[in-house]
């Protein structure tokens, strides 16, 4: 029974394997078909993409342009995504890659600008690009070097008055100076534009000659917190030659001035001085903010700066001086790129620099001391002060008058007589001669 089992299983094995041989051909037959259907929907990898059409660039707005193009016509239908990868020329270069058949790039257009832009896969790099197509702007008219130059703007943020909506607002000033070549009579306009909003100046300050070269903005339509470019065109004209625009770029983080800290306040307490400030009038949280502390010792004359994220700062003090303490702030990198230091909030003072330890005092006092010695021993010395200061008392006047005496005396063992005269002269003044013999 064994042996007839094994036979069966032999017989069968005989048939499967017969079966596969004879589909053989099917299935090899069905392989090349869908080899040959999927070359056919797929570009061959020896096939090379081709380059778009109709590729052109207009002036969307103020240093703003449009890059358009359309896909080749000719290009043969797949399944394979394609991209285009744009190469700015001018006035920057720059490249980037899109899906897209257009874009829409911010630049400054008074030197003109220039692209191209060529096909390429999107999913499949193994794939060749096609071959680049180029257009071009061309830059506005005007005789070069009569366009504005050294323009700079910058911005303020205020509190408003307006709405909770919108509780603060951004101020806008701009200046520039005249071309070399521009001629005297040039007379120059300037307007922003931010986002799809455009304005033109009302308020410009004037030189000696009338000639605009500053505008100033007290409220704009940009946006205290944004992150798109400013974009500011100054315009000229004059009745001797056409002046060229001049566009200028700025981001925002770049121009704002960040409003001092306000209400700064510093206490002494033993050997801690501590500092608190509230945040600037931004429209920036209170999270958004470095800040940069500055104590100034006015006795020893040394400064120390330190930075901090909070609105307080403590720190040791080793005497008793008097403290000047400023603060000043800027927009962190955690709300957006980092920017400039804002001004510093008004110098305040803490501490009395009268009160000085009995320690300083004792040298100075002692150094003083004997300066004031060394200089009285010297002039008594050299003007005879003591004994103009105190002369001697003077001696009680004799009542006796000065006199004339003749002295006779006798000498033992002689005869003779031997007188001696003692004669006192008066001096002028005095009263008459009185004699006396002794």
Same mark, same amino acid.
């Given at each position: 029974?064994?042996?007839? =089992?094994?036979?069966?299983? =032999? ?5 499967? %394997? ?36 109709? !590729? ?32 700015? *020329? ?5 490249? +980037? ?9 911010? #630049? ?30 061309? #830059? ?62 009302? /308020? +410009? ?8 070269? #500053?505008?100033? !903005? ?13 974009? $500011? ?19 925002? *983080? ?61 720190? =040791? ?32 003072? %803490? ?13 100075? &006092?002692?150094?003083? #001391?004997?300066?004031?010695? !060394? $200089?009285?021993?010297?002039?008594? /010395?050299?003007? *005879? ?20 005496? &003749? %002295? ?6 002689? /005869? ?8 006192? %002269? ?11 013999? !002794?």
């Amino acid at each position: 029974m064994l042996t007839s =089992t094994r036979s069966s299983l =032999t017989r069968r094995g005989s048939c499967l %394997v017969g079966g596969w041989i004879a589909m053989a051909p099917t299935l090899l037959i069905l392989l090349g078909a869908a080899a040959v259907l999927g070359a056919a929907l797929l570009p061959g990898e020896n096939c090379s993409l081709l380059p778009p059409v109709n !590729f052109t660039i207009h002036a969307a707005g103020l240093a703003q342009v449009l890059l358009r193009w359309d896909p080749n016509p000719d290009q043969e239908p797949g399944t394979v995504k394609l991209g285009y990868r744009v190469k700015i *020329h001018a006035p920057e270069e720059d490249e +980037y890659e899109t899906k897209n058949t257009e874009s829409t790039r911010m #630049a400054p257009l008074h030197r003109g600008f220039s692209a191209s832009v060529r096909t390429v896969p999107w999913e499949k790099p193994s794939l060749p690009a096609s071959g680049w197509v180029s257009a071009e702007l061309p #830059a506005p008219p005007g005789a070069p070097g009569t366009s504005a130059v050294n323009l700079t703007c910058s911005t303020h943020t205020m509190a408003s008055n307006g709405t909770r909506a919108r509780p603060y607002h951004v101020s806008l000033r701009c200046a520039w100076l005249r071309g070399a070549e521009a001629p005297e009579d040039t007379q120059y306009l300037l307007r922003y534009r931010y986002g799809a909003q455009t304005e033109e100046c009302r /308020r +410009y300050s004037q030189d000696a000659r009338r000639r605009n070269v #500053a505008c100033w !903005f007290p409220r704009t339509v940009i946006d205290g917190k944004g992150r798109d470019w400013l974009a $500011v065109q100054v315009s000229g004209s004059s009745a001797r030659a056409a002046i060229r625009p001049y566009d200028g770029l700025f981001g925002l *983080h770049a121009i704002d001035h960040v409003n001092p800290p306000g209400n700064v306040t510093a206490e002494v307490q033993g050997s801690r001085l501590h500092i608190h400030w509230e945040k600037p009038v931004s429209a920036f949280p209170g999270h958004c903010f470095d800040y940069q502390v500055r104590i100034h010792n006015a006795r020893k004359g040394y400064f120390q700066t330190e930075k901090t994220t909070a609105n307080e700062f403590t720190t =040791t003090v080793n005497d008793i001086s008097k403290y000047c303490v400023e603060v000043r702030a800027t927009v962190s990198s955690v709300c957006r790129e980092p920017g400039l230091w804002g001004e510093w909030s008004p110098a305040i003072s %803490v501490g009395d620099e009268a009160r000085k330890p009995w320690t300083e005092w004792y040298p100075i &006092t002692l150094v003083a #001391a004997v300066c004031l010695a !060394f $200089v009285a021993s010297l002039a008594c /010395r050299t003007c *005879h002060a003591w004994t103009k200061l105190f002369p001697p008392v003077p001696a009680p006047k004799s009542h006796i008058q000065d006199f004339a005496a &003749t %002295v006779n005396y006798e000498k033992s063992g002689s /005869r003779e007589t031997e007188s001696e005269v003692i004669s006192y %002269v008066e001096e002028p003044g005095l009263e008459g001669l009185e004699d006396l013999v !002794f």
